[in-house]
T-cell receptor, first 112, second 112 residues
Framework: GQQLNQSPQSMFIQEGEDVSMNCTSS?????WLWYKQDPGEGPVLLIA?????ELTSNGRLTAQFGITRKDSFLNISASIPSDVGIYFC????????????FGAGTILRVKS | NAGVTQTPKFQVLKTGQSMTLQCAQD?????MYWYRQDPGMGLRLIYY???????DKGEVPNGYNVSRLNKREFSLRLESAAPSQTSVYFC???????????FGSGTRLTVV
């Protein structure tokens, strides 16, 4: 079953606002990944994190690998209309045989 | 630069019909995967192939079979489609060893 708890489930924000979403688990992860899915497309990798405490940026996106190795955060600064989509956290954990496991996703809608 | 190619993009089946979803990657990746995406449930692994010549069950394998035809191609077969298999199916590939996955654009399947 689902091993990653992703929140919030959805958010509707004003253009220009900052956005935060997170993923937590009871399992220890050795890699965290954040994907974005546009309507009608497959998920595309945004950021990969490989070390506890790691903070990595990709343009306006910043993600962190939690110190406990059981959580990760994604922040989007100054949101724009093209940020709409579904954001998935995903990770590798030995408890799942090192196959990628996904959160349920955060649906982001932006008001222009 | 095709990446991962899935066919068909859309399909409607009657209950009990069979069909095969095709997937091919041109990145020389070792591992390939089939996921299904349902609202509010993220992506769930159906089957995977860690390397050419091997296949293994994922989280939700019942009602499906797979074939790793060669290093490039990994097909998913529904022998007797059921309405519960209405979903969006994604194929993905990776180099293996904990690297990020590259996804195709999906097949939207409706079983009536």
């Amino acid at each position: 079953g689902q091993q990653l708890n992703q929140s919030p489930q959805s958010m509707f924000i004003q253009e220009g606002e900052d956005v935060s979403m997170n993923c937590t688990s009871s399992s220890i992860f050795n890699t965290w990944l954040w994907y974005k899915q546009d309507p009608g497309e497959g998920p595309v990798l945004l950021i990969a994190l490989y070390k506890a405490g790691e903070l990595t940026s990709n343009g306006r996106l910043t993600a962190q690998f939690g110190i406990t190795r059981k959580d990760s955060f994604l922040n989007i600064s100054a949101s724009i209309p093209s940020d709409v989509g579904i954001y998935f956290c995903a990770g590798f954990t030995m408890e799942y045989g090192n196959k990628l496991v996904f959160g349920a996703g955060t649906i982001l809608r932006v008001k222009s | 630069n095709a990446g991962v190619t899935q066919t068909p993009k859309f399909q409607v089946l009657k209950t009990g019909q069979s069909m095969t979803l095709q997937c091919a990657q041109d990145m020389n990746h070792n591992s390939m995967y089939w996921y299904r995406q349902d609202p509010g449930m993220g992506l769930r692994l159906i089957y995977y192939s860690a390397s050419e010549g091997t296949t293994d069950k994922g989280e939700v394998p019942n009602g499906y079979n797979v074939s790793r035809l060669n290093k490039r191609e990994f097909s998913l077969r529904l022998e007797s489609a059921a309405p519960s298999q209405t979903s969006v199916y994604f194929c993905a590939s990776s180099v293996g060893g904990g690297g990020g996955y590259t996804f195709g654009s999906g097949t939207r399947l409706t079983v009536v």
